[in-house]
C-alpha cells in the first residue's frame, strides 16, 4: 500500500467527503431512509447520554440512552435526532449492510433498544486481522489508513442536551464516515492475493459479536453482603498485618505531606515505599537468599505478592507478604469492584479477540483476574437460576500435542490417562533408591503424598518447558507456580526428560521457530490469526520481532481461545429458552439456566466443547476434554461435592 503522504484534520476530511444533514423532522427521515435504502453499505455510529451519574453511565446500555444516530451512505451523513425521532426507524434497515468501528458498542446499545442489524461488520475488528492487538482506536487506524488526524475533544461533551452545537454534531457525523472510508480500505486488503485468508479470520471475528452482545447485557449478580463481609475481612487482617509491621519499622504513609517528610527525616520507612520494604529484606535475608531473589527491571528486590510468598521460613517477615496481598485484593477488589456494580450487578466488558493470542480481554471488572479462593461466591446466577461450567482440562497441553502430533501426549488423552501422573512416574523411574528414599523420608514415609508432590513437579514441568524454557525458567516457574524446588541438576534433568518422552512435540518445537523465521509470521491453527514477527506495510503498521518461545506459544494458546470461541457461537446457536453464556476466563465457560434444565445444560456445555475441538482437530479424541458442574455460586462450581455432572459423547 502506498504511503499516505498528507495528514488531514478531520474537519477537512469530513467537508470533502460527507454533506452532514441533521434530521429531527419524520419527514426528513422518511427522505433519509429511502436513500439508504439503496446504498450499498452503510457507515454507522451512535452517541450515547447518561441516565443516571455513575461511571459506566454513557457506557453500559441499562443507564444510558442512544441520543444521536449517524449512518452515511458514501455521500450524505444523517444524523437522526433519537429524543424526537426514537429507534423504531432503524428497523427499516436492519437488514442493510452496516459498518462501525468497535461494532459491539452500536450492536450492545441497538439490540438493548430492540434493534437487531443483521448484517453489522466491524472496521476494529477488520484492523486486528492485520495490524495486531494495538493501535486499534479509529484516531489510530484513520491516521494510518486514511491520513485522517482525529480530535476527541468532544467525545465526552454533554450529549444529553436538548440542543447539540453544530461542532458536536459534526464530530458525530465523522466517525460514521471514518468508519465507512476504513472498511473500503480493508476490502482492498481482503483482496491482495497474499492475505485472501484473512476475510475468513475477520469473519470468524465477526461472528463472536452478537454473542458478546447477549452476555454484556445479561450483567453479572453480585451477592452484596458477601462482598461486603469480605472487604471487612480483608481490611481487619489488613490492621493486624500493619501492627505487626510496625516491629520491623515499617508504618503506614501519614495522608499529610509534611508528617511525611518529618517522619521519614526521623529514618522512618513506609509500607508505600518498594524502597522501604527491599531494605527490610537486604537486612533479614541471608546473602545466598539475597542472590536468587528475583529483581524488578530496574534491579530492585521484588517486593510483590508472588516474591513475598517465599518468606515461609521467616516467621517476622510473614505479615510483610500478607501485606501486600491484602492492600492488592483490597484496591482491586474493594471498593473499585462495589463502584462498578449497578443494582447488585457487574457488567464486565469483553473484547474479542483483545490479547495477542487471540483470547478475550475483561475490562471493568476484569473477571479473569480474580482471587483464586474465599471470593468467587460471591457471584450467583439471576434468581431461579444456577451456573453450569466446565474447565477444558489441560487444554494447552493436549492443544500443543494434536498440533505436533506427539504419540505420546495424544495416546494418554486417547486413553484416558492423566499425563502429569504420567510425567511424575517418569521422574520417580529415574530417582536413584537412595534418592527415592530421601524424598520419602519428607513425606513421613508416606508414599501416596510424595507422589503427590511429584506429580505438582510434573505439572510444573509439562507446563513449564512447553513454550520453549530452559532449565533456570524451570527451576523459577516450578517454584513461583507450584512451590517445587528443583536444584540445577533437576532442572536440567527434568528438560531432557521433557524433550525425550515428548520427542514428537520437542521436533515441532524446532520446525514452527523455523518455520516463523521464513515467514515473518506464525498463525493459529484454525482461524488462521496472525501474529507478524516482521515489518508489514499495512497501513503502516510496525511490528516488533519477538522471542522465538513465541513462535511455540502463539499456536498452542490460540488453538485453546478457538476451541472456546467455536463452543461460544455454538451454544449461543442451540441453547434453549433461558440458558445464557454467564462469563468465561481462558479456558472456563459458565452459563446460567433454570434449574430444572441443568442437566440438560450440561450436556450442551460439554458439546459445544467436543464441537470445538472437532472443528480445529477433526481427528482428535473428547475423551475427558471437561468436567461440567453445577452450582448456585461460581466457587460451587470447584466444589466436587455439590454436583458433578461429567458427560461423554
Avoid at 469492584?337 to 480481554?361: H, N
Avoid at 517445587?484 to 520446525?511: H, I, M, P
Wanted: proline share 3%; with cysteine.
Amino acid at each position: 500500500m502506498k504511503h499516505l503522504e498528507e495528514i488531514k484534520s478531520g474537519t477537512t476530511f469530513l467537508q470533502d467527503n460527507a454533506t452532514v444533514s441533521f434530521i429531527d423532522t419524520k419527514e426528513g427521515l422518511q427522505e433519509a431512509i429511502s436513500k439508504l435504502l439503496s446504498a450499498e453499505i452503510i457507515g454507522l455510529d451512535i452517541e450515547t447520554a447518561k441516565l443516571l451519574d455513575h461511571q459506566q453511565a454513557g457506557l453500559i446500555p441499562c443507564i444510558s440512552r442512544v441520543r444521536l444516530v449517524q449512518v452515511y451512505d458514501g455521500n450524505t451523513c444523517y444524523v437522526i435526532d433519537i429524543n424526537k425521532l426514537g429507534l423504531d426507524w432503524l428497523k427499516k434497515l436492519q437488514h442493510k449492510q452496516m459498518v462501525a468501528h468497535n461494532a459491539q458498542f452500536e450492536d450492545t446499545h441497538l439490540y438493548h433498544a430492540g434493534i437487531d442489524l443483521m448484517n453489522l461488520q466491524c472496521s476494529l475488528l477488520a484492523g486486528r486481522v492485520f495490524v495486531g492487538e494495538h493501535g486499534l482506536s479509529l484516531s489510530d487506524l484513520s491516521r494510518k489508513a486514511l491520513g485522517v488526524d482525529v480530535d476527541k475533544e468532544l467525545q465526552i461533551s454533554d450529549w444529553s442536551a436538548d440542543n447539540l452545537t453544530d461542532a458536536q454534531i459534526a464530530y458525530a457525523a465523522l466517525d460514521a464516515v471514518l468508519s465507512y472510508h476504513l472498511w473500503f480500505q480493508y476490502e482492498k486488503l481482503f483482496q491482495c492475493p497474499e492475505a485472501t485468508h484473512y476475510r475468513g479470520t475477520y469473519e470468524f471475528l465477526r461472528s463472536l459479536l452478537r454473542p458478546t452482545t447477549k452476555q454484556l447485557l445479561q450483567g453479572l449478580v453480585v451477592d452484596v453482603d458477601a462482598h461486603k463481609n469480605i472487604i471487612k475481612q480483608w481490611q481487619a487482617s489488613l490492621e493486624t498485618a500493619i501492627a505487626d509491621l510496625s516491629s520491623l519499622g515499617l508504618l503506614q504513609t501519614p495522608e499529610s505531606n509534611k508528617e511525611r517528610i518529618a517522619l521519614k527525616k526521623l529514618g522512618t520507612r513506609f509500607l508505600s515505599s518498594s524502597k522501604d520494604k527491599q531494605s527490610v529484606l537486604r537486612e533479614r535475608l541471608t546473602e545466598d537468599e539475597l542472590a536468587s531473589w528475583p529483581l524488578t527491571k530496574s534491579g530492585g528486590l521484588k517486593t510483590d505478592v508472588g516474591a513475598l510468598s517465599a518468606l515461609e521460613h521467616y516467621p517476622e517477615l510473614q505479615s510483610l507478604g500478607k501485606y501486600s496481598a491484602l492492600s492488592s485484593k483490597l484496591a482491586n477488589y474493594g471498593n473499585k469492584l462495589s463502584e462498578l456494580m449497578i443494582d447488585g450487578k457487574l457488567y464486565p466488558s469483553y473484547r474479542i479477540a483483545g490479547m495477542v493470542t487471540g483470547r478475550f480481554s475483561c475490562t471493568k471488572p476484569n473477571l479473569q483476574n480474580q482471587p483464586r479462593s474465599g471470593f468467587k461466591h460471591i457471584y450467583k446466577p439471576p434468581e431461579g437460576h444456577v451456573f453450569v461450567g466446565a474447565d477444558l482440562a489441560q487444554v494447552e497441553l493436549r492443544v500443543a500435542g494434536l498440533l505436533s502430533q506427539d504419540e505420546v501426549i495424544n495416546q494418554c488423552y486417547t486413553d484416558g490417562v492423566d499425563l502429569h501422573s504420567n510425567m511424575a512416574a517418569d521422574i520417580r523411574a529415574r530417582m536413584s533408591d537412595e534418592k527415592y528414599q530421601e524424598e520419602l523420608d519428607k513425606f513421613d514415609g508416606n508414599e501416596a503424598k510424595l507422589f503427590k508432590h511429584l506429580r505438582q513437579g510434573a505439572k510444573g514441568v509439562n507446563f513449564g518447558l512447553l513454550y520453549g524454557s530452559g532449565a533456570k525458567g524451570l527451576q523459577t516457574y516450578c517454584k513461583a507456580t507450584y512451590g517445587v524446588e528443583l536444584s540445577t541438576e533437576e532442572a536440567e534433568d527434568y528438560k531432557n526428560l521433557f524433550r525425550e518422552k515428548y520427542a514428537g512435540f520437542t521436533r515441532w518445537q524446532k520446525l514452527i521457530v523455523a518455520h516463523s523465521q521464513e515467514h515473518g509470521e506464525v498463525e493459529s491453527p484454525y482461524c488462521r490469526l496472525t501474529r507478524h514477527f516482521e515489518e508489514k506495510d499495512y497501513f503502516r503498521g510496525v511490528f516488533r520481532a519477538e522471542p522465538y518461545s513465541i513462535c511455540m506459544n502463539f499456536p498452542v494458546q490460540s488453538g485453546a481461545w478457538e476451541i472456546l470461541a467455536l463452543a461460544i457461537i455454538y451454544i449461543d446457536k442451540l441453547a434453549s429458552e433461558g440458558v445464557k453464556i454467564s462469563h468465561h476466563v481462558y479456558d472456563e465457560l459458565v452459563l446460567t439456566c433454570p434449574y430444572t434444565l441443568k442437566e440438560e445444560t450440561a450436556q450442551l456445555l460439554y458439546d459445544g466443547f467436543a464441537h470445538g475441538y472437532k472443528t480445529v482437530f477433526p481427528d482428535c479424541s473428547v475423551k475427558g476434554i471437561c468436567e461440567v458442574s453445577w452450582g448456585e455460586t461460581w466457587a460451587d462450581l470447584s466444589n466436587p461435592d455439590n454436583g458433578v455432572l461429567i458427560y461423554e459423547s
